[in-house]
């Protein structure tokens, strides 16, 4: 009885910890805010930084730990841009990074090809696949086809729920791990790293609120974005990280892109491709195992909201 009550004692002193530490957070955006005060706005993503911290080592699986690793490798917010004759980072004047804390999947494929002497070599061999009963349709097939019209365009398509696929061919995909709690260990010289966890998201979206202006109410190609107090709370925010309002209205987007939805394996885990949303459109990024180390090799915008 005595053991049931000194537990007790110590959960109910861990939740009036916890409590108290999210009100006063709570307190201090609200408390910066109403002074308008840089200093105590960093102070807030001061103690997230402290509060919140990588998990990798808790990774039991694999598959989950290596995607640790792979995120890493995949995760660069200060990518140069070029546009309109100019070069720029998005974030590089903000000193704190917003990184997702959950993955939505990691998954594997029976291959994973990017290389176009690869997929030229894979549908070559399908083809011949499917004359093997027919020498002669083989000998023709391999006289006309010519190697610099192949299929220069094919690449793996990973959007299927249980495959991915190669010009109508289907290759095999299954999830490993879903609703995974992903914090990654992330280090950028000068700036800080903050999770968002679902306490942060829902004390960020309390303060900003959801005054909005309606997709498409201005012209057919404008997005949600936010007005009134919200847009001048999400320009304090702005001081210290890069945030946006949904495309779609109703919702925040706070994380410091790239964000990956899901991480997908070969068998050999030398090879890998991330899902990934940037800001209003996304795609797939490739990463090779090279000596020991996660490299990007390849990567496309595949689609835009």
């Known amino acids: 009885m005595r ?3 000194i ?3 110590l959960l109910l002193a861990i939740s009036l910890t916890v409590s ?10 609200k408390d910066a805010y109403k002074s308008q005060s840089t200093e105590l706005l960093y102070k807030f993503f001061d103690n997230w930084s402290e509060e ?6 808790k990774a039991q699986n694999p598959y989950v730990a290596e995607a640790h690793k792979v995120f890493a490798a995949f995760y660069q917010p ?6 309109s004759g100019k070069r720029y980072t998005m974030y590089d004047d903000k000193p704190y990074f917003i990184v997702q804390s959950t993955l939505w999947r990691v998954r594997k494929a029976d291959f994973i090809l990017y290389k176009q002497a690869e997929i030229d070599s ?11 009963d027919d020498t002669a349709h083989q000998k023709e097939w391999l006289k006309n086809h010519d190697p610099e019209d192949s299929w220069t365009n094919v690449r793996m398509n990973y959007q299927g729920e249980n495959y991915a696929s190669m010009f109508n061919i289907t290759v095999p995909v299954t999830t490993v791990d879903s609703a995974i709690t992903f914090r990654p260990p992330l280090h950028f010289e000068g700036k800080k790293v903050v999770y968002l966890t679902k306490k942060y998201e829902k004390m960020l979206n309390s303060f900003l609120g959801d005054k909005h202006v309606d997709l498409g109410e201005e012209n057919i190609m404008q997005p949600a974005y936010s007005k009134g107090e919200s847009r001048s709370k999400h320009s304090f925010i702005n001081r210290a990280a890069h945030i946006y309002y949904g495309h779609w209205g109703g919702y925040w987007q706070y994380e410091t892109y ?21 800001v209003y459109e996304g795609g797939e990024v490739v990463l090779e195992k090279q000596d020991g180390e996660w490299v990007v090799v390849d990567s496309r915008f595949t689609w835009i909201e």
């Open 78 to 83: 200060l990518q140069i841009f070029a546009r």
């Open 258 to 278: 790239p964000q990956a939805n899901q991480i997908i394996f070969n068998p050999e885990m030398n090879r890998a491709v991330v899902m990934f949303r940037f």
């Open 3 to 5: 053991q049931k009550f």
């Open 20 to 29: 108290g530490q999210n009100k006063s957070q709570a307190k201090l955006l």
């Open 52 to 57: 919140v911290k990588s998990n990798e080592n």
């Open 122 to 132: 894979f549908m070559i061999a399908r083809v011949l696949e499917t004359l093997a």
């Open 7 to 9: 537990f007790f004692v």
